[in-house]
Structure formats: C-alpha cells, structure tokens
C-alpha cells in the first residue's frame, strides 16, 4: 500500500504541472491550454479517487 501513496501524490503533482503548462499557454491562444487544464482536473479527480478506494481498502482489511 505505500505505493499507492506515492502514486497518489504522484497525480497532485501532474496536475501542478498541467496547471503550470495550461497557464504558460494560456496567452498563446492555442487550444493547447484547455486540454492542459483538462488533464490537471483529471489528475485532481484521480488524487481524490484512488484516495477514497485505499481507504476503502484498508477499512476492509481491518475489519478482518
């Protein structure tokens, strides 16, 4: 399970990045941009996602 909590970090640090991209191709007019923000809100729902199904996973595993 502490590989799932480094991945799940690893997606709020690609949406950092996104973020960033999205923000230095915001002035160009390109259409670039908005998949670059895109792709971040991906990243921030899978951070959410995977950190609703661990916990979920654990809980399972402790009521055992």
């Known amino acids: 399970m502490k590989f799932s ?11 950092v990045l996104f973020l960033y991209d999205g923000i230095s191709k915001f002035g ?4 670039g941009a ?3 923000f895109a792709l ?3 990243a921030v729902f899978m951070y959410f ?6 916990k979920k ?4 595993d402790n009521s055992k």
Do not use: H, M, V
């Open 57 to 60: 996973y654990e809980n399972k």
């Open 49 to 54: 996602f995977r950190q609703r199904f661990r």
């Open 5 to 15: 909590k480094i991945f799940q970090y690893a997606y709020l640090a690609f949406a």
């Open 34 to 36: 908005y998949i670059s």
């Open 40 to 42: 971040a809100g991906l």
């Open 28 to 31: 160009d007019g390109t259409n």
